[in-house]
């Protein structure tokens, strides 16, 4: 008894090797409008607002790019704020000191790694209670003793 297959032996039929044209056609147009939608979102680099100084020079400025920066650091188990040369303060000695700055260079908070989170938050709620609207977070790393 012979058995039948159902495919030709050593032949190819050309209707199961078609690819489903149609199908790769709807994948392809996709994917060029996603590409040029998400091309079209983004901003131009030009057109994004910088964060430095406009450079023109105030009086008492060197040049509009004056950094002002609080560090935060751990001396003898307490948490010290220190701005500039100015000696180490406390929390509301720093407070008071940063409601004079002006507003508009903002301000950059250090804080080194074994400070406390809450010392590190509390640094950034002062500068925020004291009318910044530019503060920017940077950490440091510990001073190898």
């Known amino acids: 008894m012979r058995m039948v297959s159902s495919r030709r032996s050593g032949l190819l039929d050309l209707a199961e090797m078609r690819l489903p044209l149609i199908a790769l056609i709807d994948v ?62 406390g929390r509301a000695a720093m407070a008071e000191l940063i409601a004079g700055l002006p507003k508009e260079p903002g301000v950059v908070v250090r804080v080194a790694d074994d400070v406390p989170v809450n010392d590190a938050a509390a640094a950034l709620q002062m500068c925020r209670d004291a009318g910044f609207g530019k503060i920017a977070y940077q950490p440091m790393a510990r001073a190898t003793q």
């Open 28 to 89: 392809i147009l996709f994917l060029l409008m996603y590409f040029l939608l998400a091309g079209s979102l983004e901003s131009e680099e030009r057109e994004l607002a910088s964060a430095l100084g406009s450079g023109t020079s105030v009086s008492g400025d060197s040049g509009g790019f004056t950094p002002q920066a609080i560090e935060v650091t751990v001396q003898g188990g307490t948490t010290v704020f220190r701005m500039g040369t100015r000696p180490p303060m």
